[in-house]
C-alpha cells in the first residue's frame, strides 16, 4: 500500500504535525521511485489586516498578503526547501475573499517551479450539499493543469470534516461529479466507514471522535 505524506504547512513560520495518509487498496508509485510524495495544507485567506496577536498566539516575522505573488513565490521556495512537493490550498469554492484566484496565481508560480497543487475542500466554509456539488463541479476546470497533483493517475482531491455528509449523501455527490470515477477523493476523519466511497482517508482532527481521550 503505497501513502502520500501529509504535513500542515503553517505559511513562513514553518512545517508541524507530521502525518501519514493511508490510500485505500494498491496505487501507483509516486513520481520519485521509492518516495512518498510530501503535501502540506495552505492557508491562502490572508490580508494585512488578518493579522492580530490578539487572535493568535504567533504571527509571521513579515506580515504579508496571501495574494502577492512574490510572498507565493517566497513560500513555494521555503516548502521546497523543506522537502515539500505540493501545496493543498484549503479552498471553499470561488468566494469573493480570493482564495479561488490565489490558488491560481500559485498554480501560475507552480509551473515554473516543479512545484504541485490540489486543493482541500473547507467543508466547514461550504454551505450546503447543493454548493459543494457546484463548487466540484467549478473545480474540475483545474484538474488539466499540468501542475495539478495526480496520484494513482487520477487527479486529487481532499476533503476537511467528511462526517458533515453521511456515506449516502457522498454517494449521491460523487455520482454527480464523478460518475466514472476519474478523482481520487481523499476525506478526513476518524470514521473508516467513508472508505465505501473515498479512495483513501487521513485524521487532521482527532476532535470528530466520540471519546478523543482515548
Known amino acids: ?18 502525518l501519514l495518509y493511508a490510500a485505500a487498496g494498491t496505487v501507483a508509485p509516486a513520481a520519485a521511485a521509492g518516495q512518498a ?5 495552505y492557508y491562502a485567506w ?5 493579522w492580530d496577536a490578539n487572535k493568535m498566539s504567533d504571527l509571521p516575522p513579515t506580515l504579508y498578503n496571501s495574494g502577492d505573488e512574490s510572498v507565493i513565490r ?15 490550498v484549503d479552498w471553499y469554492g470561488p468566494t469573493a475573499d480570493g482564495v ?8 501560475s508560480v507552480a509551473h515554473a517551479a516543479n512545484f504541485q497543487v490540489t486543493a482541500y475542500v473547507d467543508l466547514n466554509l461550504i454551505a450546503s450539499k447543493g454548493d459543494l456539488i457546484a463548487d466540484l463541479q ?11 497533483f495526480h496520484f494513482a493517475g487520477k487527479p486529487f482531491v481532499n476533503f476537511y470534516n467528511v462526517n458533515k455528509y453521511s456515506v449516502a449523501d457522498w454517494r ?4 454527480q461529479v464523478d460518475p466514472n470515477h476519474q478523482v481520487f477523493w481523499m476525506g478526513e ?3 473508516m466507514d467513508y472508505l465505501s466511497v473515498f479512495d483513501g482517508m487521513h485524521p487532521f482532527s482527532i476532535a470528530w471522535a466520540g471519546n478523543p481521550a482515548a
Open 37 to 41: 510524495p510530501v503535501l502540506a495544507v
Open 172 to 175: 449521491g455527490i460523487f455520482a
Open 189 to 191: 476523519g476518524v470514521q
Open 46 to 50: 490572508y490580508g494585512l489586516g488578518s
Open 100 to 107: 479561488d484566484h490565489n490558488m491560481q496565481t500559485l498554480l
Open 1 to 18: 500500500m503505497r501513502r502520500i505524506v501529509w504535513t500542515r504547512w503553517l505559511m513562513v513560520v514553518g512545517c508541524a504535525c507530521s
Open 74 to 88: 517566497q513560500q513555494v521556495t521555503e516548502a521546497k526547501s523543506a522537502g515539500i512537493d505540493g501545496f493543498e
Open 138 to 148: 467549478y473545480l474540475q476546470r483545474y484538474y488539466s493543469d499540468p501542475s495539478w
